[in-house]
Every structure is written in structure tokens, then in C-alpha cells.
């Protein structure tokens, strides 16, 4: 079993930046791949950025509307994922959620884009860019 946390949401102007954290615990996850998925009311919880298991190299994956503005990253030591977001804009206000599939053999983060390639699921963070 792992558990999920979340933090680091809140308000931003457009331009700005918010780095989120997504702490695990409950187990090692070194054979999970981590994912940021982001839903706003009405619509789908959609994918944004993946990172492959620990030690698989630092492969990751984004969505194009991310892309050239959002990073995702572990920290080993502190068992956490970051997703780095600069440059915001007021599409993408939503509540961020954090996403842990355990994949013990091996695959790319482009494997994991849909919800239900997810086991785990933290609370969610909310992040609001205002214009």
C-alpha cells in the first residue's frame, strides 16, 4: 500500500510559479511510476506529467499543454515527486492530484497517460492562476 500527500497549491498571478510535492509513504516505491493528473469541475481528470521508476533513468513524459513549462522530478532521498510549473496561466486552474502505478516491469512514462493506469491517488491541491 502506498500513501499519497500532496502539497504546495494556492493562488498565483498568470506568470508565476508554484512548485508542487508529492510525498509517498507506506512502502518504497521504487518500481512506481508517479504521474500529475489535473481536474476542473465539470470536466475529465486529465494527465500532465509522468516520471519512470527510480533508477530507470530520468525518463518522463508531459502533456503538450504543459510542455516547455512544467518539469517533474524525484528526490530519492525524501521519497518525493515535484512538479515544477512556471509560467502559469489561468487554464491551468484546477485541483493537481498525484498518481502512483506500480509497474515492476519496467515501461515508459508514455504508457501511463489514463487514470486507470493509476493505483494510488492522493487528496488533490488546488491551484488557482489568476489573469
Known amino acids: 500500500q502506498v500513501q499519497l500527500v500532496e502539497s504546495g497549491g494556492g493562488l498565483v498571478q498568470a506568470g508565476g510559479s508554484l512548485r508542487l510535492s508529492c510525498a509517498a509513504s507506506?512502502?518504497?516505491?521504487?518500481?512506481?511510476?508517479v504521474g500529475w493528473f489535473r481536474q476542473v469541475p465539470g470536466k475529465e481528470r486529465e494527465f500532465v506529467a509522468a516520471i519512470n521508476r527510480m533508477w530507470s533513468g530520468d525518463n518522463t513524459h508531459y502533456a503538450d499543454s504543459v510542455k516547455g513549462r512544467f518539469t517533474i522530478s524525484r528526490d530519492i532521498a525524501k521519497n518525493t515527486v515535484y512538479l515544477q510549473m512556471n509560467t502559469l496561466k489561468p487554464e491551468d486552474t484546477a485541483v493537481y492530484y498525484c498518481?502512483?502505478?506500480?509497474?515492476?516491469?519496467?515501461?515508459?512514462?508514455?504508457?501511463?497517460?489514463?487514470?486507470?493506469?493509476?493505483?494510488?491517488w492522493g487528496q488533490g491541491t488546488q491551484v488557482t492562476v489568476s489573469s
Open positions: 507506506g512502502r518504497t516505491w521504487s518500481t512506481y511510476v
Open positions: 498518481a502512483a502505478a506500480n509497474a515492476p516491469y519496467g515501461g515508459s512514462p508514455r504508457d501511463f497517460v489514463r487514470n486507470n493506469d493509476y493505483g494510488y
